[in-house]
Each structure stands twice: as C-alpha cells, then as structure tokens.
T-cell receptor
Framework: NAGVTQTPKFRILKIGQSMTLQCAQD?????MYWYRQDPGMGLKLIYY???????DKGEVPNGYNVSRSTTEDFPLRLELAAPSQTSVYFC????????????FGEGSWLTVV | GEDVEQSLFLSVREGDSSVINCTYT??????LYWYKQEPGAGLQLLTY?????DMKQDQRLTVLLNKKDKHLSLRIADTQTGDSAIYFC??????????FGSGTRLQVQP
C-alpha cells in the first residue's frame, strides 16, 4: 500500500530558487494537507484542500502556493526560497476530515542556503 | 486562536509507566489525537478520543480526557526502549485540520 507519497525526500535550494514538493495519495481521500515542522516544534498548517479544485490557507501560507487539479495530487510550490523555509514538510490526507484517521507522508527535508 | 501545549521532555526507566500531558484551548475541539514520531520519520497515529469520552484504552495506551480543564494525557504502561520518540498531541480545529502541540520527547532508559 503506497498511502501518501512525497517527493523529493531531501533537497537543498539556493536563496531565490523555486521548487515544487510533490504529494500523491492513492486512497481516494478528499482532504489533503501540507504541514511544516521546524526543529523542536510541532507541525504548522501551510495549506489544505477539501477536494479537487478547492484549496485554502492554513496558519503559515506566506511564500507558498498549492493547486489541487486531481483528487490524488496536491503539490506545494515554493517561490523565491528563503532560509526561513528550511524545514521538514509533511503532506497528509484523510477521507472525511476530523472523524477520520489522517495519514502522513514520510516527509521532505528542505534546506535553503 | 487555537493552542495546544505540551511539556518538552520526559525521561523514564524501562518497565515504568510514562504519562505525557497536553492542554488545549479550543473548547469546540471534538476529537483529540496522539501521534508518535520516531527520528527521521513521519507521524504515526497512536490513538484518538472523542470529546464525550473520559477515557480510552488500547493495549498499553490509556488516554484520559478532562474536558472541563481542557487537559489530555497519554499513559504508556510498561514503557519499552522502542517507545522512545516524540509524542504529539493534536486537536481538530474549525479549519478542518489538526493543530499540533510542540511535542514531548520521551526518553526511555534501560
């Protein structure tokens, strides 16, 4: 079972570069999320989506963009990378929201230098 | 806004019980969760409790909820070295996503 798949697992970016973190789930989940985890901290919600074509900002959306053209995919775009975006990024999905188990990907470690 | 707080560190001896505490501020929280994160890995759901419950037990795990005080705890019985990890408390917010605490690092000494 693939579950939630994130790529790449590790990436080093230079300041000002752009990149896309890919996330795909094969569980036909409507809800998908992007979180970031800074060292020694909990997870902060960046963006989330409740279905294809619908996205909304979370707690820390600045510097990021998302799209949800299909149920399966929820890519996270970083424009003009900054050192403050050095973090571990987690994608997650669930079927119905709060009553459902939320499944997490294994994380993408991003360093901006 | 919503806030979830946890103590940062807990050290126990193998075989003892561990109790990890969490407080939350959102009185409308209906589901509260405990996740485990091992080094270099993603988050693994351990258990969750609905707000109309006081207690939930699942093998070595016992979750206690005091809704009046907005206090949640996770008790791990017979703690093993494999339980060493970071444990996150989370609640479900009105944004249809989880709000996480900063995590409690559990260190189990042999």
């Amino acid at each position: 079972n693939a579950g939630v798949t994130q790529t790449p697992k590790f990436r080093i970016l230079k300041i000002g570069q752009s990149m896309t973190l890919q996330c795909a789930q094969d569980m036909n989940h409507n809800y998908m999320y992007w979180y970031r985890q800074d060292p020694g901290m909990g997870l902060k919600l960046i963006y989330y989506s409740v279905g294809a074509g619908i996205t909304d900002k979370g707690e820390v959306p600045n510097g990021y963009n998302v799209s949800r053209s299909t149920t399966e995919d929820f890519p996270l775009r970083l424009e003009l990378a900054a050192p403050s975006q050095t973090s571990v990024y987690f994608c997650a999905s669930s079927s119905r929201g709060r009553e459902s188990t939320i499944y997490f990907g294994e994380g993408s470690w991003l360093t901006v230098v | 806004g919503e806030d979830v707080e946890q103590s940062l560190f807990l050290s126990v001896r193998e075989g003892d019980s561990s109790v990890i505490n969490c407080t939350y501020t959102d009185s409308s929280s209906t589901y509260l969760y405990w996740y485990k994160q091992e080094p270099g890995a993603g988050l693994q759901l351990l258990t969750y409790i609905f707000s109309n419950m006081d207690m939930k037990q699942d093998q070595r795990l016992t979750v206690l909820l005091n809704k009046k005080d907005k206090h949640l705890s996770l008790r791990i019985a017979d703690t093993q070295t494999g339980d060493s990890a970071i444990y996150f408390c989370a609640d479900y917010t009105g944004r249809r996503a989880l709000t996480f605490g900063s995590g409690t690092r559990l260190q189990v000494q042999p």
